[in-house]
């Protein structure tokens, strides 16, 4: 296989190999409420079945069908500032309602306002009702060969939020110190969506740096900044143990796979000089491909298959306490 940047509207998940449920004729399709477009993006409602390969869901976004609805998906960030953003009416015995959440704690306020409230949680969270990671790694029918971009520069950063405290930032400063760090960005040198991956992957490395330390939070910091670049990802998050659950340990370096920052650094200027050892961090693609989990479609698709996969009833007394618990990594 040769390298070949794809656009990234391309990398939509229509293979999944999550096996789809089929729906026995008699079984009623299932309505599922989009209560609010996340960050306001709209997208199509009728894929389910076309591009998702899942049958008998039915999306909307029209609120007159609440009494009506199945379940109500409810996106954390547009609803989080103020309860009465959350529906009001009373809600059908039969209705779920769904926590909808991509954002650690850092950015995800207010989960107290979620008690007693919700049946369901869709996150990037593996052991929520509805995984949704950023992406995944699928195994290959068969070994395949592949061609490693040319490599001309060290290493590349791309940061849009600096958020005040987060250890990503003292990192790079200490980092900075002992290797140079080509930073894109706001504030940074430019680059645009277009030229991303032609871009990133002339660089051996790419500074996968989560905003938060989260249990299983791996972005697309990870998955499509350096993964589809076919950067090494350096990252600076959940533990090693945790990557490893989802990763190959030899497809990445882990920051706290050093004693400091500088012990980093020597380690990435050599294998700069030494080319073989830099080439093993490349081994895993024979064996296997990227996929990214992308498309609001698709989760919300991925929401209504996890519907008929759940217990009729349930209840989360306290989403914050099962969220928040997960810092144990
Ligand atoms: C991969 O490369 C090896 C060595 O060049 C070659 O023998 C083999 O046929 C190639 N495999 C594929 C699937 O192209
Ligand atoms: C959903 O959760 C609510 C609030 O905890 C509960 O009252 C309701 O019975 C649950 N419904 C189902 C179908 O699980």
């Not at 659950?245 to 990435?268: N, Q």
């Amino acid at each position: 296989m040769v390298f070949t940047c794809k656009h990234r509207d391309t990398t939509v998940d229509q293979l999944s190999n999550d096996s789809p449920i089929s729906v026995h004729n008699k079984e009623k399709e299932l309505l599922v409420l989009v209560w609010v477009w996340p960050f306001s993006e709209h997208f199509p409602l009728n894929t389910c079945q076309s591009v998702y390969g899942i049958s008998g869901c039915k999306l909307t976004a029209d609120r007159n069908l609440y009494n009506k609805a199945d379940a109500v998906v409810m996106h954390h960030i547009d609803i989080m500032y103020d309860k009465r953003l959350l529906p009001q009416d009373p809600r059908p015995h039969y209705q779920r309602w769904i926590w909808f959440n991509m954002e650690p704690p850092l950015i995800a306020k207010n989960l107290h306002f979620l008690d007693n409230m919700f049946n369901m949680t869709m996150t990037f969270r593996q052991d929520s009702d509805v995984y949704r990671p950023y992406g995944r790694i699928e195994a290959l029918k068969q070994p395949q060969n592949f061609t490693i971009p040319a490599k001309s520069k060290l290493v590349a950063w791309v940061v849009s939020q600096w958020y005040p405290g987060a250890r990503r930032n003292e990192y790079y400063e200490e980092l900075d110190k002992y290797i140079p760090i080509d930073v894109y960005g706001k504030n940074h040198m430019t680059l645009s969506w277009d030229d991303f991956c032609k871009t990133i992957s002339q660089y051996k490395f790419y500074l996968a740096f989560e905003n938060s330390i989260h249990k299983d939070y791996i972005t697309e910091k990870f998955w499509h900044n350096a993964f589809e670049s076919w950067a090494v990802p350096v990252v600076l998050g959940t533990s090693r143990k945790n990557y490893e659950r989802f990763i190959p340990g030899d497809a990445f370096i882990h920051v706290d796979d050093f004693p400091s920052a500088k012990g980093l650094a020597d380690y990435l200027l050599q294998l700069d000089n030494d080319d073989e050892r830099y080439k093993k961090y490349f081994n895993w693609r024979s064996l296997y491909r990227v996929r990214r989990e992308t498309g609001w479609d698709n989760h919300y698709c991925k929401a209504c298959r996890g519907l008929r996969q759940a217990p009729d009833y349930q209840f989360i007394p306290s989403v914050e306490k099962w969220f928040l618990k997960g810092n144990n990594v």
